[in-house]
């Protein structure tokens, strides 16, 4: 933890001042082990690795960390030689290298730092958090990166000071939290006045639930998480050959995208067929694994935001349900 980050960071409790204790500092003034402690309520916060904890590591999210440290560089940019995330993070954002000069921007579920890897690249502050110890993944693949800060931490209770980011982005992940319009309504405090916020939901339209992976969820995100990745890794060398083909079919391709639950990417010429078969690997394993799941309709996303202080909303035209808009000053009407 770089200590300019102790200037955003707050007690989850009580939203007070926190002050650090340092046991081991790097010489780039990089704590690596120490404590956070309130200087209000007194809650202590340990920093291992680098990383401040405010949270247990046991717990809903845990698929995700044994998912993004079993699998840490297959979507990082900056490792596999393509521009996929920097150009889905572009596109669900809408934020302009220019945009993001100076300002500091937050990453809600990094998981293994994928778009901190094409967020950091511009000359901004980044701070990325997550629930699981997919962190420590971010952490060993951006650890050259002075301008990146991981925090573990819960979305609910974000541990920074109201007022802190120019921008926030989550994308992908409120679908995955037990109250997804909690997820939602927690996402605005931290955000200045004018602040930019992003954020990509799966839609949930009325065949959403025969797409055959919420068929199968409700053994799958039971299963050990070991037996299950072993389990996709099994299949996976019939499966793959047999949507390599049914995904190709025109009209009928989309019919078998829902029927067999395979994340293969037949459509993306800038991978690899070795890349694309450990991508399958990965998005089967984040579709089956997660203890939740919740699709929400833009009106659902639309009356939290709104009702949590952002206007000029604005739908993206990208293949989720991707909405964007700002913090207004009090009284703003959306």
Not at 91 to 114: F, H, N, Q, Y
Not at 179 to 200: I, Q, W
Not at 306 to 334: H, M, Q, W, Y
Request: charge should be positive.
């Amino acid at each position: 933890m770089f200590l300019r980050l102790l200037e955003l960071l707050a007690c989850t409790k009580c939203l007070s001042e926190l002050s650090c204790q340092a046991e081991e500092v790097t010489s780039e003034n990089e704590v690596q082990t120490g404590t956070l402690t309130c200087k209000q309520c007194g809650a202590v916060y340990p920093i291992t690795a680098g990383i401040p904890r405010f949270v247990a590591s046991d717990n809903y999210s845990a698929s995700f960390g044994y998912q993004w440290n079993s699998f840490k560089a297959e979507q990082i940019d900056s490792m596999n030689g393509t521009g996929l995330s920097a150009e889905r993070l572009c596109s669900e954002t809408g934020w302009t290298p220019e945009w993001m000069r100076g300002k500091w921007i937050l990453d809600v579920g990094c998981g293994a730092g994928r778009f901190l890897d094409v967020a950091s690249r511009n000359e901004c502050e980044v701070v990325g958090v997550d629930l699981s110890n997919a962190t420590d993944a971010a952490r060993a693949n951006l650890e050259d990166r002075r301008n990146v800060h991981l925090v573990q931490a819960s979305v609910y209770a974000l541990p920074f000071r109201s007022g802190s980011f120019d921008g926030c982005y989550c994308l992908g992940v409120i679908q995955h939290t037990p109250d997804p319009e909690a997820s939602l309504r927690a996402l605005p405090r931290v955000l200045k006045t004018g602040g930019r916020l992003a954020v990509t939901v799966y839609e949930r339209k009325p065949w959403t639930k025969l797409n055959a992976k919420y068929l199968l969820r409700p053994l799958t995100k039971r299963l050990n998480q070991k037996a299950l990745l072993y389990s996709i890794k099994g299949v996976m060398p019939v499966l793959f050959p047999i949507t390599e083909v049914a995904f190709r079919i025109p009209y009928l391709g989309r019919v078998f995208r829902y029927a067999i639950p395979v994340a293969n990417y037949v459509e993306e010429s800038r991978l690899t067929s070795r890349q694309r078969y450990g991508w399958a690997v990965l998005d089967t394993f984040d579709m089956l694994a997660p203890q939740y799941d919740q699709p929400r309709t833009q009106s659902e996303v639309e009356t939290v935001l709104r009702s949590a202080g952002i206007v000029n909303l604005k739908r993206l035209n990208t293949s989720f349900l991707n909405i964007v808009g700002e913090k207004g000053a009090p009284g703003d009407s959306a």
